[in-house]
């Protein structure tokens, strides 16, 4: 079965602290894709990054780092000197061909981040 | 600018009341979706789209319906039948498959009275 975990439901560092948030999949599809969102107090989603199964190669984005590790199925992603502006809910994600052409995605119950001035 | 309509915001009903909400996106996106999130938990699939006049069932499809006549266009009617449909209610598109992202409209939250 196909499952996203996000184990910290909520975090909260005070402003310049580095951060990490976890994600766990499960999935027994060989190709796969892995996406991080933002969702801020405004409610609409906002894509982060994409990964597919057959790329391990870490990104880093400005303060944004994203690290994937088939060997322990986690997509870790980790905000460097955070600031106010990062708060917010962050949902990983898994999408996978599924049984049809249809595309099949499923979310974590996503971690809720707090960053203190 | 391109991106994805959802209106109203915010939306009251009495129970027992069908109520519709719309989505619209003017991306030229294949796919869309609809989604519901509830307090605390991740969002959650009830219709998707692939194409104008085909849809299929999510997750939670019971107590809903959708129709996609344009490509710009797919509303989502909550209907009685829903037992519990207060909740924030998100639409996205995407140029479909598997490896592409979604993109999300600002959401609708619906209450029940």
């Known amino acids: 079965a196909q499952k996203v975990t996000q184990a910290q439901t909520e975090i909260s560092v005070v402003e310049k602290e580095d951060v990490t948030l976890d994600c766990v999949y499960e999935t027994r599809d060989t190709t796969y894709y892995l996406f991080w969102y933002k969702q801020p107090p405004s409610g609409e989603l906002v894509f982060l990054i994409r990964r597919n199964s057959f790329d391990e190669q870490n990104e880093i984005s400005g303060r944004y780092s994203w690290n994937f590790q088939k060997s322990t199925s986690s997509f870790n992603f980790t905000i460097t000197a955070s600031q106010v502006v990062d708060s917010a809910v962050y949902f990983c994600?898994?999408?996978?061909?599924?049984?049809?052409?249809?595309?099949?995605?499923?979310f974590g119950s996503g971690t809720r981040l707090s960053i203190r001035p | 600018d391109g991106g994805i309509t959802q209106s109203p915001k915010y939306l009251f009903r009495k129970e027992g009341q069908n109520v519709t909400l719309s989505c619209e996106q003017n991306?030229?996106?294949?796919?869309m979706y609809w989604y519901r999130q509830d307090p605390g938990q991740g969002l959650r699939l009830i219709y998707y789209?692939?194409?104008?006049?085909?849809?299929q069932k999510g997750d939670i499809a019971e107590g809903y319906s959708v129709s996609r006549e344009k490509k710009e266009s797919f509303p989502l009617t909550v209907t009685s039948a829903q037992k519990n449909p207060t909740a924030f209610y998100l639409c996205?598109?995407?140029?479909?498959?598997?490896?592409?992202?979604?993109?999300f409209g600002p959401g609708t939250r619906l209450t029940v009275l």
């Open positions: 991306l030229n996106h294949d796919a």
């Open positions: 994600a898994l999408s996978f061909p599924g049984y049809s052409s249809a595309s099949k995605i499923i």
């Open positions: 996205a598109s995407s140029k479909g498959g598997v490896y592409n992202e979604q993109f």
């Open positions: 789209s692939q194409i104008v006049n085909d849809f």
